[in-house]
């Protein structure tokens, strides 16, 4: 299917009519035919031809897309959830006339980017007025009023819980929300519930190849991984492009660069995150962009190279096909469960299938990434660092501009409230079974209790493909998966992420008026008065 094809389908999936004015945007900025697209939307039987669409001021249907969706099976196993549709028929109770609608998940095919998908229903104005969404999705385009923003909300009591507190008084992790503050200091969802990362291994596996222990350091899991395969095993570790080439690079970088990160951050403290201990150490995007230049993280020094190096070692263990760089191979749970992998790195939505699943024999541990030490690369530090949280925030509910165009925002924040109490929160993620609550007084899930510990942890330096723009994220991920599937060498991978990394700066410092600054952000101010933060064993 092309992309004039794909582009009408999200149009039909979600309205009848659409104006003109919308058809001309959406052809636009996808570098589309508008007679054609015009004509592709036509024949699935929308009318192209409105100047504007119907008023739609007395609207009373909120429609609702990618949470917890009723009547769907998380993982796959076991009875499909109701709780979401219960809660909202309580809340319609309440509410006479008003209706909640929950809209089918998005249904995108390999190499399919679903940020992309919901970009584009906001661009033609039929998004849903509340759905799942990463917030860093939206930072680059927080300048196109596509998203309500939540500064004020966050800080207005909730009328359905006693005491009528605020969600940030109500939020379990709220250092970890601040940390979602965008570039322009503005919050762009609600945050429901967490996610986190972990080693589930075969025990059975361990057993048979002598691993009498959980890794303690990098090197004992390498380790661990050569003692597997010499017992028959053909893939000690499961995981995919995304898991490797986002949270992979993520963990690394912190373990390399964190004794530098004074150095990095520069003082750089304009956004809110910095109100949240969790997030001292992370790096803003305006210091990403300083470091680039200063030649921190350029392609000619040796700790950068470094981290991708100890990356590439590491996925010589994995299983071969990583899947697209959108990360959409489906495997890593089935070769796992199948006993073709030992160890699978993923995240606690599988805690659900995992303990209902009725085809697993064997029995199942998980722990965290150990820390990197001058075992492995002689760049780690003398004193070994705790490998550092990479989840946060799983299920966020952005709101779309929808709702303040017809009217509809009062009745969808209040929807919000009733979702945000104790019981609510408990019963619908707890029903799930797949992630932590974010709520205070909401319960965790059973299999869940060891995510809460590593959720406690220092957040990672930076997010390696969230930092930046659409553009310079997509790039990423393909020249990533690239090297990691030997498609270039590590020679060529520094050229293309250093022309990547330039580039996405410029865009940054001419986007947010950087400019005067940047002019003193230069290799000789950076990387060649500090050569210490390119020396191996300097730290």
């Not at 917030?135 to 909730?158: I, R, S, V």
Request: proline letters at 6%; hydrophobic letters at 40%.
């Amino acid at each position: 299917m092309d992309r004039i094809e794909r582009a009408a389908d999200v149009i039909a999936q979600q309205e009848k009519q659409i104006t003109r004015k919308a058809l001309f945007e959406s052809a636009a900025v996808a570098g589309l035919s508008v007679a054609a697209l015009t004509a592709a939307v036509e024949a699935r039987g929308v009318e192209a031809a409105h100047d504007a669409l119907p008023p739609q001021a007395d609207s009373k249907t909120i429609r609702v897309q990618g949470i917890y969706e009723p009547g769907t099976i998380p993982g796959g196993v076991g009875k499909k959830i109701h709780k979401m549709a219960d809660v909202a028929a309580q809340w319609q109770a309440k509410n006479p006339g008003y209706t909640i609608k929950f809209v089918p998940n998005a249904v995108i095919g390999a190499g399919q980017d679903e940020a992309q998908w919901i970009k584009t229903q906001l661009l033609a104005g039929v998004a849903p007025d509340i759905f799942n969404f990463n917030q860093e999705n939206a930072w680059p385009d927080g300048d196109k009023g596509w998203y309500y923003t939540f500064d004020n909300f966050l800080n207005q009591p909730n009328p359905y819980v006693a005491g009528k507190p605020t969600l940030w008084q109500q939020y379990a992790f709220p250092d970890i929300v601040k940390g979602h503050y965008g570039p322009d200091n503005k919050q762009y969802a609600v945050d429901f519930d967490m996610v986190e990362v972990a080693v589930f291994y075969n025990k059975d596996h361990f057993a048979k190849a002598g691993i009498t222990r959980i890794p303690q350091t990098w090197a004992e899991m390498i380790a661990a991984c050569q003692k597997l395969q010499k017992a028959g095993f053909q893939h000690p570790m499961i995981g995919n492009s995304w898991r490797l080439a986002d949270w992979g690079v993520d963990i690394i970088f912190d373990q390399l660069f964190k004794p530098f990160v004074k150095e990095l951050q520069a003082g750089i403290t304009s956004n809110k995150n910095r109100q949240s201990e969790q997030y001292r150490t992370y790096v803003l995007p305006k210091a990403m962009c300083r470091a680039i230049k200063m030649g921190y993280l350029g392609p000619d020094n040796p700790r950068f190279r470094e981290v991708m190096k100890v990356l590439y070692d590491w996925r010589q263990y994995f299983n071969r096909d990583l899947g697209s760089a959108l990360g959409s191979n489906t495997d890593v749970y089935r070769l796992f469960v199948t006993e073709k992998g030992s160890m699978m790195w993923d995240g606690n939505w599988n805690v659900r299938a995992l303990r209902l699943d009725p085809l697993i024999k064997f029995k199942i541990g998980s722990f965290y990434l150990p820390p990197i030490t001058r075992e492995t690369t002689p760049f780690a530090a003398a004193t070994p660092l705790l490998a550092c949280r990479i989840g946060g925030i799983a299920d966020a509910f952005c709101v779309s501009n929808t709702p303040v165009k017809n009217g509809n925002i009062g009745h969808v924040l209040d929807y919000i409230h009733f979702l945000f109490t104790p019981k609510n929160c408990g019963d619908i993620a707890g029903e799930a079974g797949q992630f932590i609550p974010n709520i205070k007084g909401a319960a965790t899930p059973p299999g869940e209790e060891i995510f809460n510990d590593v959720l406690k942890r220092p957040y990672t330096i930076i997010k390696n493909t969230y930092w930046g723009d659409t553009q310079y994220n997509n790039e990423l991920r393909t020249e990533n998966l690239n090297y990691l599937n030997n498609g270039i060498s590590l020679d060529e991978y520094m050229k293309e992420i250093g022309r990547s990394q330039a580039s996405m700066a410029d865009r940054y410092i001419a986007k947010y008026g950087w400019a005067a600054e940047a002019r003193n952000w230069s290799p000789a101010a950076g990387i060649q008065k500090h050569p210490e933060i390119g020396r191996a064993g300097s730290v």
